[in-house]
Every structure is written in C-alpha cells, then in structure tokens.
C-alpha cells in the first residue's frame, strides 16, 4: 500500500465512517466529522459498515487509477459503474445539514450558484461548432430566433442558470413538482419565464424544440427520474443535456456519469454533460467562494474556546454534524445504515 492509501485508510479509520464523501468536494465539505483526542469504542455495526466501506475505498482507488491512464478501458468503467451503484444509497442521502444564521444551507447554495451559472457556460460551449454542435448562440441575435432553455427544478442552481441564460437573451422555460415552489422561483428571480409542473404532455412539448436541457432538482432532496428515455429520443439532434443532478444519480434516464476528460456522449442525437463535479473547472472561484464560508467558522470556533464551546452556541452548525466522538448523530444516515443514533443534544450534555 502506497502513502496515499496509506494516509486515506488512516484518516478514515480515525474519523470514522464519511460515507462516500470522498466522491465530489460539496460532499466532503458537507460531512462535518470531529473527533475528540480520546479513543471512543463504536458499536459492531459501526465496526462491520467501517470495513465494508474501507473495502469499497480500496476499489473505488484502484479504479479511478486505471481510468486516469485508460479511460477507454471498458471491463473497468464497467466497475466505476457497479462500485457507484454501491455507493448510491449513501451519496442520495449525503446533504448537507449546517446552516449559517439564516437557516441557509451556505455550503449547497453557494456550489448550487456555481453550478447553475457553469452549466449555461458549458451549455453555451457545446453548441458551438467548435465542440461540434448545432452551431448556434445561447442567446438571441436580431432577427433570429432566441435559443431555448428548458431547466428541470426551482432551486439555487436552476435559479442561477436561467438568470445566465436570459442575460444572454434565451427563452428559459422551467419546470417543477410544486406550484408554490414555482411562485418563490419568479420571485426570486424578479423576471416572468414561462413555468409548469412537471405534466408530460408539457415536458414532452418543451424539450421537443429546446436546445438546451438543465437537470437541476434540489440537491438536498433524492433526485426523481423526471426525463424517461422517449422524451430524449424526441429532442433535437445536437441539442444538449446537462444533468447537474447526477452525483445523486441523474434525473434524467439516459444520463450516466462521465469525467472532465471524457465529459459527453452522444445519445439519440444528443449530447449529454454528466460531469459530477462540474465546479472543478473554475477551481479557483469554487475554492475561494467554500473559503469565503470557512475561514470566518474557524475564527469562530478559535475565539469560542473550541470546538466543543462552538457547537454549543452555534445551533446552525450543531445541526451539520454527523458522527461526533465516534458517535453517529444523523437521523437520515442511520436509517439508511440501520445504525443506532444518538441525539447530539445529549452527547453535548457530556462535554
């Protein structure tokens, strides 16, 4: 075992279980583990998941090796397949739980502004003839018709992708589950676009003269499988899909995972972007923006007196905690695991 395997294996084992948080930045950033300097015992489920889980580990390392040197190596994509169909029951209930002084999600909203304003700009980039596209502007030019952007969701990152794509003159038509939902979205965005529920025959309608399809459901809740495959075989040929919700799976059918070396595939005639961590190619902004969230929670924590005194005063914060002293304290992650959990509000009574 190499040092970075070394070094992976040694920070799990004293962090306890992350729960595939290592698979994208929001997510390792969202499991906020502390573990004090003593040697807490964990129960024997705990135990049996840690070595399931180291297990996978190893393989999911051994993998992403092969694929870095050959990407085209077919027998093991079909591993990286099979090993984040493992690793799905953990990545769909992964959210992100602390909240700053508003009750806002400050970690999710800020890589959901990114994501949403990337995905206009990736979408802007494949349509070019120079990706071999349709050739066409996101936007809209005198005299020409205005591309049209269908966005799946009303939340941070579908906001911020139709507040790119109408400052580029597109026509932005967005779609979601939930009427109240839809009337805090036109709010928000202080700008009247076209908006449905998610009825079929509407859907159907929609993505048939679209260039643009965004995947963008909330990623604080288990993504539904809103596109079925015919609605895709309908499209446009050269159009293009961005599914952002695919590090919880995709809600669209003929998404699969892809990477930034090899980000699209063509399917039915159209293109598909299902890159997981697509905030990694504006690393400098990504890192800055989480920066800008972190560095002032650990000057707090410092002027507090510590990590125990902060989670005390700080309920926000309190709340983004998963295992604290080797003691799981998530409500979601133990009923996904059948872990026993233990109200954090009671631990902090002992410290």
């Known amino acids: 075992m190499d040092g970075y395997e070394d070094k992976r294996r040694g920070f799990l084992r004293k962090l306890g279980f992350t729960l595939g948080a290592s698979l994208t930045a929001s997510s390792m950033i969202s ?20 070595h ?41 209930r992964l959210h992100e739980y602390m909240k700053d002084e508003n009750g806002i999600f400050p970690v999710e909203r800020i890589f959901s502004e990114i994501m949403g304003n990337t995905s206009m700009i990736v979408a802007s980039e494949y349509l070019s003839t120079a990706r071999n596209g ?32 109408l400052a580029l003159g597109a026509t932005v038509k967005v779609f979601d589950d939930s009427i109240s939902k839809l009337v805090d979205f036109q709010s928000r965005l202080g700008s009247r676009v076209f908006t449905s529920v998610f009825h079929p025959k509407a859907l159907r309608k929609a993505m048939k003269t679209a260039e643009v399809v965004i995947g963008a459901l909330s990623m604080n809740e288990v993504p539904k499988m809103i596109v079925p495959e015919e609605m895709v075989e309908g499209m446009k040929v050269n159009s293009i899909i961005i599914d952002l919700n695919i590090i919880q799976g995709g809600c669209i059918e003929t998404s699969r995972i892809t990477n930034h070396k090899k980000p699209t595939y063509v399917e039915h005639g159209v293109i598909h972007y299902c890159v997981p961590n697509i905030t990694s190619r504006v690393a400098r902004t990504t890192s800055i923006a989480v920066s800008n969230i972190l560095a002032p929670m650990l000057l707090e924590i ?24 080797g003691v799981l304290t998530n409500q979601d992650i133990g009923a996904v695991l059948n872990i026993p959990v233990t109200d954090i509000n009671l631990l902090m009574a002992a410290f």
Not at 32 to 42: G, P, W
Not at 57 to 72: H, L
Not at 308 to 318: A, I, L, M, P, S
């Open 31 to 50: 499991a906020n583990i502390i573990k004090s300097d003593l040697d807490m015992s964990i129960s024997a489920d705990q135990k049996d998941f840690m």
């Open 52 to 92: 399931h889980y180291e297990k996978w580990m190893d393989e999911f390392i051994a993998v992403i090796r092969i694929q870095k040197v050959d990407p085209e190596n077919i027998e093991n994509n079909k591993n990286l397949v099979l090993l984040s169909e493992r690793a799905k029951k953990w990545q769909t």
């Open 134 to 165: 349709k050739g066409v502007i996101l936007g809209s030019v005198t005299g020409i018709s205005p591309t049209e952007v269908v966005i799946l969701g009303s939340g941070t990152a579908a906001e911020f992708a139709a507040r790119t794509a």
């Open 302 to 325: 410092g002027q507090s007196g510590g990590i125990n005194q902060y989670v005390k005063t700080n309920r926000g914060f309190c709340e983004g905690i998963y295992v604290f002293n």
